[in-house]
C-alpha cells in the first residue's frame, strides 16, 4: 500500500507521538494531533458508510463541521456516542470507533440493490406510494429500518455536564487570523474578551496554510505571537474546543466547551464534567467565524476519495496526509491553487482544471513552478470509479456559458478535490433573525460586517465575502476600531499595513453544475446534499413540480436537513434550484439558519438539570423525623410530603386505615408545613382581603380565623385556605401546598397593578414556619402537656380562634382549625425549632400512641367530611355554588370581588351545571376510581352522555365502607333525600370497563353537624 | 379524482426520467373576486378550501398565503396526532379529525404517512393518575380508543423509559391510545394543496392581507400585497397571525400569540417506536422515519411573532428528556426551531362566525392544531358554505367568552400553558 | 433569551428571574356589576397581542417581586425599555396608549 503519511515539519500532528486506534474492528495507528479523519485517510482507508438512500459507497469529503459522509459511532457502552464527524474526533490512544453505515456489510449494502432501481425513487417517491392503508406500517418499517446512522447508547449516561453563565464585553468567535487580531485589538485596548474556537488549537485557516507571510512572518511565528500576547492580557479570556452553536435574542451565545471527549478513556476525570455548555451575555459580538469551501457539483461527485480541494489541502498542511499520489483537481476561483501548488511540491502528480478560461497569471505560475499541470478553460464533468474515485474525465468548458465546447481527457488519479467557492459561515449572524445577502461578485451569501452594529454585531474576515488574508486582517481593524468607538475606547491606532504575500484575487467563475452535456436528471447522479443522497436532479424535479419556494425545495427533497445542516450542500442547491427555477439567486433565498451550528449533547443542554437535581427538592423541617419512622413520600410540587407511614408488616392500605383509625378515635399528627403562608400587613390588608377572597373579612376579630375561596376573575375556584387576623392590620394567609407561589405572585399583582393606593404589604413566610396539626380527640391532652400558657378549654379556645403562646418551650400560634373534621390544634412555631417540635408532641403524645399521619389519611379524613381539594375536586371550572360552598361568598360586599362578575354570565348562572356531591356505592366495597365517569344508565354504547366524574375515593374506615365525592350536572338537587324522591339520585359510575350501580348523597359522611371539630 | 400518484406512474415516470411529472399543484395569479377567500395556506387552511369545493360545491375559491404554503405552524410541528382529550367538546372535534386523518393518504392519493404508532401521556403524581383515568373513561364513552397503564405495563411497552421509583417524579403510570401517532407534517399541506388544487382552487403564494374592506359590518373583500380581491366570504386560517388579521376588521381576540420551540436530534437507528408525552416534566418525544427524536418543550411565557424562543427553554426541555430517557444524554440535537401559537384562555380553538358578517375565524389552536387539520377544515369548511358552525363546532365559537362557556383542555393540552 | 432591565432594583438581568405578565394597562371596569357580558369579556380575555411595539407587564419574581412594564417589540424581541408603572403609564399616555 502506498504510505499516505508525508512528514513534513509543518505539520500540527506529532509523529513521535504515536497511537493506536480501533476502526470498525481493525487496528490503525495515527499520531497525536490527527483527527479520527486525518487518521484514516493517512491508513488508506477511503470507504467509510453508504449513502442513506441509494447506499453508494462514501468517504470523507471535508475537514471539519462541514463533514456529510464520515458520521461514526464512537466507544461502545455507556460511553459511546452515535454520529460523530471523523473529521472532528480528536485521536487518542485506544480510541475505539465504527462506521455507522452499510447493512449487512460495507461491500454488500443492501440499499445498493434498492439503488440499481433509483431512477424509480425520485425526490419525494414516498409521497407518492405505499397508499395502502393496510401495507404501509410494513413499508414504514422497512423505511425506518433502513434510515438512520449511529445508534443511541443502550446504557445510562456516567458522565456529568456543566453550565456556566458568562457576560463579556466583547464576544469574538472564531479564533482564525481576523479573530485572533480583533480579539488583540480589543483585549490591549483593557476590554474583558472572551474569544471561542472550536478547534483543538487556535489558527483556524491558517493551519492548513500555513506558508501564508504575514508582515514578512511566517504564518505559524505570526500565530504563535499573537496567541501569545493574547494569553498574557488579564482581561481576555480564551476557550478552545469549545463551539459557538447558537446566538440569541439580545447578544446571547451559548457554546459548547468539550473538556475530556480528546483523552484517552483511563485518562478521563469521573468527578469533572465531559462537556460545558456556557451561556454568554455580551455588549459586543464579532462573528469571525470564515467561510467553508463548497465543493462542485458533477457526475459521481460522491464517490470515495473526492473531497474539498481545501480538505485535501488541509490533510496535507496540517496533518501530514496525502489523500492520494495522483490528484486531480477543479476549481472556479484562485482559492484551490495553494492547495494545488502544496500537493504536487509533497510529491503528487496534480492536474488542476480550472474552469476558468484565464486564470488568475500569478497563480498560474506559481503553480507551474510547484509543477501542478494547469489546464485552464477545463472541467471535470464526472468521476469514474465503483468504490473508489478512479479516474475523472474532462471536458472543454465554454468561456461565457456553462456548457461543454469541447472534449477532453481522462485522467486516472486516486483523488479528486474540488472548489466551487467559499460559502461564509454566516449562521451565528441568522440564527436571531438577521439575514445574509448575497453578493453576486463574491458569488457568496455574506454578513456585512457593519450590517449590525447598532445591535453590537460585527462581522470579520471570510464571513463577510472578504477571502483574501490582507484585506481581511485590514478589516479587522477597522471592526476593531467600531467596537473600541462603541465602548468609548480609543482606536487602535495607527493601522499596520499589513502585507502578505498573496496575489491579488481575480473573479471566480459563477458556476455550480458542472454541465455533463447532458438533461439534467439523464447523466450520472451529481449529488448536492451527500448525507440526504440529494441529487442536481431531483432538485430540478421538485421545481418541474412546483414545489417552488426554496423552503419547498428543501422540505421536497430533504436538501440540507443533515447533520452537516447543509454547510457544503445549501449554496449549490439554492444556485441549482435558482437556475432551474429562471430567478436571481437572491431572489430564491436561503432556508432559515437555525441552531445549532453544530450538533449539541442533551446532557450538556441539560447540564446538571438531571436525575436528582432534575428540580429541587423541599423537604419540611421535620423531614427527617419523617424518614425515621418509615414514611413513603408523595411529590407535592417541588415538597416531599410523607404520604403515609409503614410499620412492620403492612401494606399502604393498612397503613392508612390505621392512621385515620387513629385521627378520628385517638390522636394522630401531620405536618402540615407544606402549606403556603403569607403574613400581609398594613391599615388596608382587610380590605384588600374582602377584595381576593369570595367571603367578608370585615367582621373577623383578632383572635379568629376564617377559611376562605380564592376565585379567579373567571369566578372560578383557584385556591383556598384559612387566613387568621393578628391584630386589625395584621393577618396571617395560608393557601394550598402547590398554589403557594402562585398565589402571592396574583396578590402582588392585583395590588400594585389594580389597587396601589391600598395600604398593605405581603411576604411569603411559607420556610419560615413549621406546622404540626395535632388532630383527634385526645389532641387537647397531648397539647396540655407542652403548653401552659394557652388556656386550651373548650369554652376559651373555640374553633376557629388562634392563640399566641409556648409549646415545647418554643413561641408558637395555635391555631384551633380542622381539616379532618376533628378537635385539632395547628401549631406553629419558627421553622428552626420544628423538627423539636415534632418530637416533643410526639414525646407528649406516646401515652396516647400519637400516630404520625400522611396526606393519604388527610385526604381520606377531609373527604368524609366533604372539605375540598382545590385541584382535586376542582379543576378550574367550579364556581363556589358549584362547590354547594354559597356561604363562602359575600355578595354583599361593597367592591366587587375578584370573579364576582363573572357569576352573572348565562352560563356561569345557568342551570344544569356540575357540582360537587357524595357518592355511595350500592355495594359498599367497592371504591369508584378516581376519575370515573358518572351516567345515567349502565348501558355502554358509545358515545354516551357523561353527566360527571368521580374527584375523590376511598374506603372509609370511620364507616366501614366506600365513599366518594364527585361533580355531577345538577348534583345538589339529585342528592338523597330530595332527589330520591324524584328518583335522580341514582346514576352509575363507569371506570375500568364497567358500571356500578351509585346514589348522590351529600357530601359530609361523617359528623355532619360539625360537633366534633367543636368539642 | 383520478389517481396519478402510484407505484405504476413512479415505474412509468421513471423510465423517461421522471420528466413527466406535473406539478403537484396549480399556482394561481389573484383574481378580482372570489366567492370564498381563504387567508392562510397551512394545513387547515387548504383542508378548508379542498372541503369546501368537495362537500360542499362552492367552485370559486381562493386560498391566499403570506409566505409559502404550508411554511407556518404546519411546517412547524411535531406531528403528533391523537384525540384523547377530556372534555365531550374536544375529544369528539379531534375524533373527527382523526378519523379523516385514517383515511387521508387515500383521500388525497398522497402519502401524508400517517403512523398509529400510539400515544402514552405519562402520569407522575398522583393527580396526573386521577386526571389520567379521568380523560381515559371519558374517551372510552365517548367512542375513543383508550387506555389507563400502569407503570409496570408502560415499562414493558417502552423499555428505554426511566420507570425508576427514584426518578425525581417518577412515572407512576400513562394513558395510551392506539389510534394516535404522528404523520408527515408538509406531506399534509401538499397533499390537500394538491386536491384542492384539482377541484380548482385557486392557491396564491406570497399575497400578504394588508387590510379588509367592510361596509356597514359586512366584509366586501380583502386588500393584499398582490391586490384587492372582493369575497362574498373570508376564512381567516392564519395561525400565528389570527390577532393581527382581526385587527385589520376591528375584532379584538382572546389570543396571545407565544412561542412553541421544538427540536431535533441527530438520525438514529430506530430506538423509540412510539410518541412519550410528559405533562409533569414538560418533554414529549418520538423518532421520525428518518430516524430523528423530535422533541417538543413548553412554551415560552413571553409573546412573541420571531418564530423564535429562549434557550432555557430548550435546555429544560433536554432535561426532561433525559429524565424520561437516561440513555439520550449522549445523543445530540441537531436542529432547533420555533412557531408562533395563538393560546386561548382555555386552551380551546375559536372556531367560528365573527360580528362582521362574512368573516369568519378558525384559530386559538394552541400548542395542538397540527392533529386536528383535515377535522378543523372539514367542521370550518360547514361553517363557512352554511353560515353555522358544524354542530361539533357550534362549542367553539367565540360566544363562550362572553358566556362563561369555557372549555378548559389545559390539562389534555400535554404542553404546560 | 430576553434581558430585562428591573427599573426597581436598577439591574439589568437574565429572563428567567422575571415572571411575565401579559399585556400591560388593562383596565378593569370601574363598576364591573353593571358591565355587560361582552365589556366583561373584553377586559377579561380579549387581548390586542399586537406584532410590533407591545406595553408588557413583568414581575421581578426571584428578585424584589415588583411589577413594572417593558416596552418590547414582538416582531424582533428589541426592547424599548422598563419602567416603573406609574413612570410607565406616563410614557404609554404620551405615546397615545396602546398602539
Known amino acids: ?1015 | 379524482m383520478k389517481k396519478d400518484y402510484s407505484i405504476w406512474s413512479l415505474f412509468t415516470k421513471g423510465l423517461n426520467y421522471n420528466e413527466g411529472w406535473d406539478p403537484a399543484w396549480r399556482s394561481a395569479e389573484l383574481k378580482p373576486s372570489y366567492n370564498v377567500v381563504i387567508v392562510g395556506a397551512g394545513g387547515h387552511g387548504l383542508a378548508t378550501a379542498y372541503y369546501l369545493a368537495k362537500e360542499h360545491g362552492v367552485r370559486d375559491i381562493a386560498v391566499i398565503e403570506k409566505g409559502y404554503l404550508g411554511g407556518g405552524n404546519t411546517a412547524r410541528n411535531t406531528t403528533i396526532v391523537r384525540s384523547n382529550y377530556l372534555w365531550d367538546e374536544a375529544t369528539m372535534l379531534y375524533e373527527h379529525a382523526l378519523k379523516l386523518w385514517e383515511h387521508l393518504t387515500e383521500e388525497l392519493n398522497f402519502n401524508v404517512m400517517f403512523s398509529q404508532r400510539g400515544v402514552f401521556n405519562l402520569g407522575h403524581t398522583l393527580q396526573d393518575m386521577r386526571d389520567i383515568e379521568r380523560r381515559v373513561n371519558a374517551n372510552v364513552l365517548n367512542g375513543v380508543d383508550a387506555q389507563v397503564l400502569d407503570a409496570a405495563e408502560v415499562k414493558r411497552r417502552i423499555p428505554i423509559l426511566n420507570t425508576s421509583r427514584n426518578a425525581r417524579y417518577p412515572v407512576l403510570g400513562a394513558s395510551y391510545q392506539p389510534r394516535a401517532g404522528v404523520a408527515r407534517h408538509d406531506a399534509v399541506a401538499w397533499g390537500f394543496a394538491r386536491a384542492a388544487s384539482k377541484y380548482g382552487v385557486d392557491i396564491v403564494e406570497n399575497c400578504e392581507v394588508t387590510g379588509m374592506d367592510i361596509v356597514n359590518g359586512r366584509l366586501q373583500g380583502l386588500q393584499t400585497s398582490r391586490g384587492s380581491v372582493r369575497a362574498d366570504r373570508v376564512g381567516c386560517v392564519a395561525s400565528g397571525h389570527s390577532s393581527v388579521l382581526a385587527k385589520m376588521a376591528g375584532i379584538r381576540l382572546p389570543i396571545e400569540s407565544h412561542p412553541l420551540q421544538a427540536f431535533v436530534s441527530e438520525s438514529m437507528k430506530p430506538v423509540l417506536d412510539t410518541v412519550v408525552m410528559s405533562n409533569a416534566v414538560h418533554g414529549y418525544a418520538s423518532q421520525s422515519d428518518k430516524g430523528e427524536l423530535v422533541i417538543g418543550a413548553g412554551i415560552d411565557h413571553y409573546t412573541s411573532y420571531t418564530q423564535r424562543g429562549s434557550p432555557h427553554i430548550i435546555e429544560h426541555t433536554a432535561a426532561a428528556i433525559i429524565e424520561l430517557f437516561p440513555i439520550f444524554s449522549r445523543v445530540r440535537m441537531n436542529r432547533q426551531w420555533g412557531g408562533i401559537v395563538d393560546t386561548t384562555p382555555d386552551a380551546c380553538p375559536i372556531i367560528s362566525k365573527t360580528k362582521v358578517k362574512g368573516l369568519y375565524f378558525n384559530c386559538g389552536w394552541g400548542t395542538g392544531g397540527f392533529k386536528a387539520t383535515p377535522g378543523s377544515g372539514n367542521v370550518f369548511a360547514h361553517t363557512i358554505a352554511n353560515d353555522e358552525p358544524h354542530p361539533l363546532n357550534k362549542a367553539f365559537s367565540l360566544d363562550r367568552f362572553s358566556t362563561g362557556h369555557l372549555i378548559d383542555e389545559h390539562g389534555a393540552a400535554a404542553v404546560a400553558h | 433569551m430576553l434581558v430585562l432591565f428591573c427599573p426597581h432594583c436598577q439591574e439589568k438581568r437574565e429572563e428567567e428571574e422575571f415572571g411575565y405578565g401579559g399585556e400591560a394597562f388593562r383596565i378593569r371596569p370601574a363598576s364591573p356589576d353593571t358591565a355587560d357580558d361582552d365589556t366583561w369579556a373584553d377586559y377579561l380575555f380579549m387581548r390586542t397581542n399586537p406584532k410590533g411595539w407591545n406595553w408588557e407587564l413583568w414581575s421581578h419574581a426571584t428578585g424584589c417581586r415588583k411589577f413594572f412594564v417593558v416596552k418590547r417589540n414582538t416582531a424582533t424581541n428589541s426592547i424599548a425599555g422598563s419602567w416603573t408603572l406609574s413612570d410607565g403609564r406616563k410614557v404609554y399616555d404620551a405615546e397615545g396608549g396602546s398602539q
Open chain 1, 1 to 1015: 500500500m502506498t504510505s499516505h503519511r508525508i512528514r513534513h515539519e509543518k505539520a500540527r500532528v506529532d509523529f513521535g507521538r504515536p497511537i493506536s486506534f480501533h476502526f470498525d474492528g481493525k487496528s490503525y495507528t495515527g499520531y497525536a494531533g490527527d483527527t479520527l479523519a486525518s487518521a484514516l485517510l493517512a491508513n488508506g482507508v477511503r470507504m467509510l458508510g453508504r449513502s442513506f438512500k441509494y447506499g453508494r459507497p462514501r468517504g470523507i469529503v471535508g475537514a471539519g463541521a462541514e463533514e456529510p459522509n464520515a458520521l461514526t459511532q464512537v466507544e461502545t457502552g455507556a460511553a459511546t456516542i452515535p454520529n460523530l464527524k471523523a473529521t472532528q474526533v480528536e485521536l487518542y490512544d485506544g480510541l475505539t470507533a465504527r462506521r455507522t453505515t452499510g447493512w449487512p456489510a460495507l461491500d454488500f449494502d443492501l440499499k445498493s440493490v434498492s439503488g440499481r432501481f433509483s431512477r424509480f425513487m425520485p425526490a419525494g417517491f414516498y409521497y407518492k406510494t405505499f397508499q395502502s392503508r393496510a401495507l404501509w406500517p410494513k413499508f414504514e418499517h422497512v423505511i425506518r429500518q433502513a434510515a438512520g446512522y449511529g445508534s443511541a447508547p443502550e446504557e445510562a449516561d456516567l458522565d456529568s455536564y456543566d453550565h456556566s453563565h458568562r457576560h463579556a464585553e466583547v464576544v469574538v468567535v472564531g479564533g482564525g487570523p481576523c479573530g485572533l487580531l480583533t480579539a488583540l485589538n480589543l483585549g490591549r485596548a483593557g476590554l474583558n474578551v472572551t474569544l471561542l474556537d472550536e478547534q483543538r488549537e487556535l489558527g483556524g485557516w491558517l493551519l492548513s496554510y500555513p506558508h501564508a507571510i504575514i508582515d514578512g512572518q511566517p504564518g505559524y511565528d505570526w500565530l504563535k505571537n499573537i496567541i501569545a500576547e493574547l494569553r498574557s492580557l488579564p482581561r481576555v479570556q480564551i476557550f478552545t474546543r469549545t463551539s459557538a452553536f447558537a446566538l440569541h435574542d439580545l447578544n446571547l451565545i451559548q457554546a459548547v466547551e468539550q473538556l475530556q471527549d480528546h483523552l484517552p478513556l483511563a485518562e478521563r476525570s469521573e468527578t469533572s464534567p465531559r462537556q460545558r455548555l456556557h451561556r454568554i451575555r455580551a455588549s459586543h459580538i464579532v462573528l469571525a467565524t470564515g467561510a467553508i469551501e463548497r465543493p462542485l457539483v458533477f457526475g459521481n461527485n460522491d464517490l470515495p476519495g473526492i473531497l474539498t480541494a481545501s480538505a485535501l489541502t488541509t490533510y496535507l498542511n496540517r496533518y501530514g496526509v496525502a489523500v492520494g499520489r495522483r490528484v486531480v483537481m477543479q476549481t472556479s476561483n484562485d482559492f484551490a491553487y495553494q492547495g494545488a501548488c502544496d500537493l504536487a511540491r509533497a510529491g503528487c502528480s496534480v492536474v488542476l482544471a480550472d474552469t476558468r478560461t484565464r486564470p488568475n497569471t500569478v497563480w498560474e505560475q506559481r503553480a507551474h513552478a510547484a509543477g501542478v499541470d494547469v489546464r485552464p478553460g477545463y472541467a471535470i464533468s464526472g468521476a469514474l470509479g465503483s468504490r473508489a474515485v478512479k479516474a475523472a474525465k474532462l471536458v472543454k468548458i465554454s468561456a461565457d456559458q456553462n456548457s461543454i465546447s469541447g472534449d477532453g481527457p481522462t485522467i486516472e488519479c486516486d483523488a479528486l478535490g474540488s472548489s466551487g467557492g467559499l460559502s461564509p459561515t454566516v449562521h451565528l449572524y441568522c440564527h436571531d433573525g438577521g439575514r445574509p445577502h448575497w453578493d453576486e461578485e463574491k458569488l457568496a451569501f455574506v454578513a456585512p460586517a457593519m450590517g449590525r452594529a447598532a445591535t453590537g454585531i460585527y462581522c470579520v474576515g471570510g464571513i463577510t465575502g472578504t477571502f483574501g488574508l490582507q484585506p481581511a486582517l485590514m478589516q479587522a481593524h477597522e471592526v476593531s476600531d467600531a467596537v473600541l468607538a462603541a465602548t468609548g475606547k480609543a482606536s487602535v491606532g495607527e493601522r499596520r499595513s499589513i502585507e502578505t504575500d498573496e496575489p491579488n484575487a481575480i473573479p471566480a467563475r459563477r458556476i455550480f453544475r458542472v454541465p455533463d452535456g447532458k438533461v439534467e436528471g439523464h447523466g450520472k447522479k451529481a449529488f448536492v446534499d451527500f448525507q440526504n443522497d440529494v441529487t442536481a436532479a431531483d432538485i430540478h424535479l421538485a421545481v418541474r413540480e412546483n414545489y417552488r419556494s426554496i423552503e419547498h425545495i428543501k422540505r421536497y427533497t430533504a436538501l440540507g436537513f443533515g447533520t452537516d445542516q447543509g454547510k457544503l450542500s445549501n449554496v449549490n442547491g439554492f444556485a441549482i434550484a435558482a437556475e432551474a427555477l429562471g430567478k436571481s439567486i437572491p431572489d430564491v433565498g436561503t432556508t432559515t439558519y437555525r441552531p445549532a451550528y453544530s450538533p449539541v449533547t442533551f446532557g450538556t443542554l441539560a447540564g446538571p438539570h438531571e436525575g436528582d437535581t432534575f428540580e429541587p427538592k423541599r423537604y419540611t423541617p421535620m423531614h427527617a423525623s419523617h424518614v425515621a419512622r418509615g414514611a413513603v413520600f408523595e411529590n407535592v410540587g417541588q415538597w416531599l410530603r410523607p404520604q403515609y407511614f409503614l410499620k412492620a408488616g403492612e401494606d399502604q392500605d393498612a397503613a392508612i386505615r390505621r392512621e385515620c383509625i387513629a385521627a378520628r378515635r385517638g390522636v394522630g399528627i401531620m405536618d402540615a408545613s407544606t402549606l403556603g403562608k403569607i403574613d400581609l400587613q398594613g391599615k388596608d390588608a382587610r380590605e384588600f382581603l374582602n377584595r381576593v377572597y369570595a367571603n367578608s373579612w370585615t367582621q373577623l376579630a383578632p383572635g379568629k380565623c376564617r377559611y376562605g375561596l380564592m376565585l379567579d376573575e373567571n369566578g372560578m375556584v383557584m385556591d383556598d385556605g384559612v387566613t387568621a387576623c393578628i391584630s386589625d392590620e395584621h393577618f396571617a394567609m395560608t393557601t394550598t401546598t402547590g398554589g403557594a407561589a402562585r398565589v402571592l405572585s396574583w396578590l402582588e399583582n392585583w395590588h400594585q397593578t389594580e389597587w396601589p393606593d391600598l395600604d398593605v404589604y405581603m411576604t411569603s413566610v411559607t420556610d419560615h414556619w413549621a406546622t404540626a396539626a395535632v388532630v383527634g380527640p385526645k389532641s387537647r391532652e397531648v397539647l396540655a402537656k407542652v403548653c401552659s400558657d394557652i388556656d386550651l378549654s373548650p369554652s376559651s379556645f373555640k374553633f376557629m380562634d388562634w392563640r399566641e403562646g409556648t409549646v415545647a418551650g418554643v413561641a408558637a400560634r395555635v391555631f384551633r382549625i380542622s381539616f379532618s373534621g376533628e378537635l385539632a390544634f395547628e401549631v406553629n412555631v419558627d421553622a428552626n425549632y420544628g423538627y423539636h417540635l415534632w418530637e416533643a408532641l410526639l414525646a407528649a403524645g406516646a401515652e396516647f400512641d400519637i400516630t404520625p399521619y400522611g396526606t393519604d389519611a388527610m385526604h381520606l379524613l377531609r373527604a368524609e367530611k366533604g372539605f375540598i381539594i382545590v385541584g382535586q375536586d376542582t379543576d378550574g371550572s367550579m364556581t363556589p355554588f358549584d362547590l354547594d360552598m354559597a356561604w363562602a361568598v359575600s355578595m354583599k360586599k361593597p367592591f366587587s370581588f375578584i370573579g364576582k362578575r363573572s357569576f352573572a354570565r348565562s352560563d356561569t348562572a345557568g342551570p344544569n351545571r356540575k357540582q360537587l356531591v357524595g357518592l355511595l356505592t350500592e355495594d359498599p366495597s367497592i371504591v369508584l376510581a378516581e376519575g370515573a365517569q358518572i351516567i345515567e344508565a349502565p348501558e355502554v354504547n358509545p358515545p354516551v352522555a357523561m353527566l360527571g366524574h368521580v374527584t375523590s375515593s376511598y374506603f372509609s374506615p370511620e364507616l366501614g365502607r366506600s365513599i366518594a365525592l364527585a361533580v355531577v350536572r345538577d348534583g345538589i338537587k339529585r342528592r338523597s333525600p330530595e332527589g330520591q324522591n324524584a328518583g335522580r339520585d341514582r346514576l352509575f359510575a363507569y371506570f375500568g370497563g364497567q358500571t356500578h350501580r351509585v346514589q348522590v348523597v351529600s357530601p359530609v359522611f361523617v359528623d355532619p353537624k360539625g360537633e366534633r371539630q367543636n368539642a
